[in-house]
């Protein structure tokens, strides 16, 4: 008996945070978009070995602006504001638009 009680595999990190806080795991799904653009900025600002002073100065935008769009939560940056924050680090946009899988109407063939 007691080998079946050691066999019981641990629950997923995700999991029991889902389980323990519903709320957390709601905010970080509706802050996905945001801060996966935050996380390219970063990426590509580092990469050109730039501060975020530097990018203000070279956009006319202020630092706290380019601070706004490096966070990984808050309103999604204007498309103007990201064309200049790439383009002074020599990156470019792409955008993608799909629908999202769930409202799709379900292939009946299958």
Do not use: W
């Amino acid at each position: 008996m007691k080998g079946r009680e050691m066999s019981k595999k641990p629950i997923p990190f995700r999991k029991q945070m889902k389980l323990a806080r519903p709320d957390v795991v709601e905010r970080q799904k509706q802050h996905s978009r945001k801060s996966g653009i935050a996380l390219q900025l970063r990426m590509l600002r580092d990469a050109e070995g730039m501060t975020q002073a530097d990018i203000a100065k070279a956009t006319g935008m202020t630092r706290q602006s380019i601070a706004d769009m490096e966070s990984l939560v808050g309103p999604i940056p204007d498309i103007e504001d990201l064309g200049r924050y790439v383009d002074v680090c020599g990156g470019d946009i792409e955008a993608v638009i799909s629908p999202n899988d769930t409202d799709l109407p379900a292939d009946e063939s299958e």
